[in-house]
């Protein structure tokens, strides 16, 4: 499968999607969900960021209950960048204009596309690999410099 037409059916499988999963990185497990093309919520242990339709919010999470929000910092249409586990058309990594990277090939596996290897933007070197549940049209795994996230539970209605 070419990059344009996996990137068109991940950008298709996302826009209607309602689900919620538990990424890890090196440091944290973060709750991502995702109602369709425009909402989403991510919570770490004492950060949660919403977005949609009305714009972008942040909460700082009291451990003894409750949320005080605070300036989010982010203009309306940002997304935070784990919420690209479930919605991969979104991830920095197609070449596009403003992206840090994009494809070098794409591996086949046994359902579909398996693995993107990536290179920084203009670059063909090799230096980060996303991987993809081709079933389900999501990412599993995303290694960049400096960034590792792991999708370790996934669930949809």
Do not use: K
Not at 31 to 44: K, T
Request: proline residues 7%; contains cysteine.
């Amino acid at each position: 499968m070419d990059v344009d037409a996996l990137l068109t059916s991940l950008a298709e499988a996302a826009a209607g999607r309602v689900a919620s999963a538990l990424v890890a990185d090196d440091e944290h497990t973060l709750e991502v969900s995702v109602a369709g093309a425009d909402r989403w919520v991510v919570r770490s242990w004492n950060r949660e960021w919403t977005g949609g339709p009305d714009g972008v919010r942040c909460w700082h999470l009291i451990p003894a209950g409750g949320a005080a929000e605070v300036p989010s910092g982010r203009p309306d249409g940002w997304v935070h960048p784990v919420v690209g586990m479930l919605r991969p058309d979104l991830l920095p990594v197609w070449g596009r204009g403003e992206d840090d990277y994009e494809p070098i090939r794409v591996v086949e596996g046994l359902f579909g596309p398996a693995q993107v290897v990536l290179g920084r933007a203009g670059d063909d070197e090799a230096v980060g690999t996303l991987h993809l549940d081709a079933r389900r049209w999501l990412c599993t795994a995303l290694e960049l410099p400096g960034q590792s996230w792991t999708m370790t539970q996934f669930t949809s209605p």
